[in-house]
Nanobody, 124 residues
Framework: QVKLVESGGGSVQAGGSLTLSCAAS????????MGWVRQAPGQEREGIAS???????SYADFVKGRFTISKDRARNMLYLQMNSLKAEDTAMYYC??????????????????WGQGTQVTVSS
């Protein structure tokens, strides 16, 4: 079965950087749209970034210019490079897969598979 495993979370001071990784297995991801979604305590999940099968990327306005999503198709890996982190970026970060082409996993309703999450904590 499909499995998504995130890594790379941790604690960092404001202004710092982290890179999250997601290892995907158990499925065919060639046509999938992959993304990152986060959830802060007491808040709903919100989409951050996505990358489709052609490598085209989309970002939420609040991370544009700071976060970069990328993938290694050969290794079935997804990444999120996060720079200039802010305290408000503190959340659990989830890797998400929408297996239908052109469906954006930044909308949690479109997600077919979720990872278990990795915690990012930014101190001010």
């Amino acid at each position: 079965q499909v499995k998504l495993v995130e890594s790379g979370g941790g604690s960092v001071q404001a202004g710092g950087s982290l890179t999250l990784s997601c290892a995907a297995s158990g499925g065919t991801f060639r046509g999938a749209c992959m993304g990152w979604v986060r959830q802060a305590p007491g808040q709903e999940r919100e989409g951050i970034a996505s990358i489709d099968s052609d490598g085209d990327t989309s970002y939420a306005d609040f991370v544009k210019g700071r976060f970069t999503i990328s993938k290694d198709r050969a290794r079935n890996m997804l990444y999120l490079q996060m720079n200039s982190l802010k305290a408000e970026d503190t959340a659990m970060y989830y890797c998400a897969a929408a297996m239908t082409p052109s469906v954006d996993p930044r909308d949690p309703n479109n997600v077919d598979y979720w990872g278990q999450g990795t915690q990012v904590t930014v101190s001010s």
